[in-house]
């Protein structure tokens, strides 16, 4: 991002015989102005009304033509905006004091012209001299009247009107208008065509104040988007001007509007008021939010009010004493404006297209570059494309060889087949991990760690400690697996105790084993981290304990006994 700058602020003087000299001061640096106004003598001799103030401003033009207007104001803005910064140029004052003539201009006289034809001009003028990028320009002519949005270019053949109200949306790109028509432009004469258009559609009355006084809110937006001429670079920047003209504030009494105008003059001082406290809350710092959405204008200008664009504000006021109190008013806001930062940041976008195929002309240089190496150092062909399936069974041999012994070592061919290799070590070990586990399952039976039911049971059975321990007693060979006697007291040994493991089994048998569980079974079982305790067929823990209890006498079972199965029971963590 950007570094973060203030929003620039000039006041534009309108021309008048009857200049207010003893009232209204200019610095000598042309970039300040003072106000003194006298006091009411009907209001005492105490009295506290403020008489003098002063404004800092970036620049008064007063008696100013257009082409110094746009010189000072304007032309940074848009030369800059075809570098991919995005700009806004807002005009605001009290109603008759030269807003519409300052954004647009006079049509009777071509030095007359405002900001929004020169604009244009510098815009394509500008296009000419970079023969190196591919500029389209697109424009659109918003409208905000009485608190509804309008297109003003919806009239023309190929646009009709819309069927469906315009809306404000946001998204992460900004904010753009739902509905509203975005022509392109080829050359000049195309867009001041539409410009024109949209001007003719624009709504206006007649009051006291002034004659052709503009009763809604005008946005006009030119949209840039500029891409190199060389094939290579799929980077492209974006961006757009706001020139927004403002609807005047007006104090009733002064223009005598009545009926519809009154309607629109409420409408208009309504969102002006809260374009003010829109204003207000981004030049405090310590405000966390701002109230963009008490109305369709600040909503609207979202973007530019303290956004990533340059911003510049024409503050147009009267000279005359009497609308004194209007031109105080004007300059607070010019001065509250200059509260406000923004950030200018370049937009910056990318050609999915070209990336596409610049990535795909790398990839074929890359493998060139590759093939160069291979044979500088006399290696075989390798191909470096995705590997298929026989080539990935083919490794998933090599590596189960590997882990046998019978190979010694893998033949390194590529950072592909080095990849593959790594994942079949993983799916190998996976595989392992599963035979494990099933083997264990066919000889144990297993709990759950963390099904404190079953161990509880398991515990109240004495098969297994508190600990989780198996109890038992080592008989030099393994480990014998039952239940101690309940006459056994600790420090004494029990001749006549016998284990699960001398009870004869028809497993134990038929195999000549002497348990069911081998040392060499307990000690894969430590590995894998469980516990083995014995368990019946039916798993009936409570039969288990009443069994142990009755063949802890000294006698064996005899030879003719019915022969059980039993499953050694194991832990799982």
Not at 68 to 91: F, H, P, R, W
Not at 290 to 296: G, L, V
Request: hydrophobic share 35%; with cysteine.
């Amino acid at each position: 991002m950007g570094t973060r700058k203030k929003v620039h602020a000039f006041v534009r003087v309108k021309p008048t015989d009857d200049f207010a000299h003893e009232m209204i001061r200019y610095g000598d640096d042309n970039k300040s102005i003072d106000i003194h106004l006298k006091k009411d003598i009907r209001k005492g001799v105490v009295n506290n009304q403020q008489t003098d103030w002063s404004f800092k401003l970036d620049g008064v033009l007063h008696d100013a033509s257009q082409d110094l207007v746009y010189e000072t104001v304007a032309k940074d803005v848009v030369s800059q905006a075809l570098d991919g910064y995005n700009g806004t140029i807002m005009c605001y004052g009290q109603t008759g004091a030269g807003k519409t003539y300052t954004m647009t201009g006079a049509t009777e006289n071509y030095k007359h012209r405002g900001i929004l034809p020169r604009a244009l001009q510098q815009v394509f003028k500008m296009i000419e001299e970079r023969p190196t990028h591919a500029i389209t320009v697109r424009v659109s002519y918003l409208e905000i009247y009485n608190e509804s949005l309008f297109d003003l270019l919806s009239t023309l053949p190929y646009v009709g009107p819309s069927v469906t109200p315009m809306t404000i949306v946001e998204n992460p790109q900004g904010v753009f208008i739902k509905g509203l028509s975005v022509h392109l432009t080829s050359q000049e004469e195309d867009a001041f065509s539409l410009l024109f258009e949209g001007e003719t559609n624009r709504i206006i009355a007649s009051h006291t104040m002034n004659k052709n006084s503009s009763r809604s809110h005008c946005i006009f937006t030119i949209y840039m988007e500029a891409h190199s001429r060389t094939l290579s670079d799929e980077k492209y920047v974006t961006s757009k001007i706001n020139l927004v003209d403002l609807a005047g504030s007006e104090r009733l009494g002064k223009s005598g509007s009545e009926g519809r105008v009154l309607k629109e003059a409420t409408y208009i001082n309504k969102s002006l008021s809260f374009l003010e406290q829109a204003i207000i809350a981004l030049g405090d710092h310590k405000r966390d939010h701002i109230p963009f959405r008490q109305c369709k204008l600040t909503h609207a200008l979202k973007d530019s009010l303290g956004g990533n664009c340059n911003m510049v504000l024409v503050t147009n006021i009267y000279g005359e004493a009497a609308q004194l109190e209007e031109t105080l008013s004007s300059l607070r806001f010019a001065s509250r404006m200059k509260l406000v930062t923004t950030e200018p940041a370049i937009n910056e976008k990318y050609n999915a297209e070209r990336m596409v195929k610049n990535l795909e002309k790398e990839l074929v240089l890359l493998k060139q570059e590759l093939a160069i190496h291979d044979s500088l150092a006399n290696r075989n062909i390798v191909t470096y494309d995705p590997m298929d399936e026989i080539q990935i069974a083919e490794i998933n041999s090599q590596v189960r060889r590997y882990l046998e012994g019978t190979l010694d070592e893998i033949d390194i061919i590529n950072l592909r087949q080095i990849q593959e290799v790594f994942n079949q070590f993983r799916v190998v070990l996976s595989q392992q991990e599963q035979e494990v586990e099933a083997a264990l399952r066919r000889k144990y039976t297993l709990i759950d760690k963390n099904d404190f039911a079953t161990i509880s049971a398991v515990q109240k059975a004495g098969i297994i400690d508190v600990n989780g321990h198996l109890v038992g007693e080592p008989d030099g060979q393994g480990f014998g697996l039952g239940v101690a006697p309940f006459s056994t007291k600790p420090g004494k040994k029990s001749k006549s105790k016998k284990t699960v493991k001398d009870l004869p089994s028809s497993s134990a048998r038929k195999e000549g084993a002497s348990s069911p569980v081998s040392g060499k079974d307990l000690d894969m079982i430590s590995t894998s981290k469980t516990q083995l305790v014995p368990s019946s067929k039916d798993g009936d823990v409570k039969d288990v304990l009443s069994r142990d209890r009755e063949t802890s006498s000294i006698e064996p079972l005899p030879s003719d006994s019915p022969k059980e199965e039993s499953r050694p029971l194991s832990i799982i963590t």
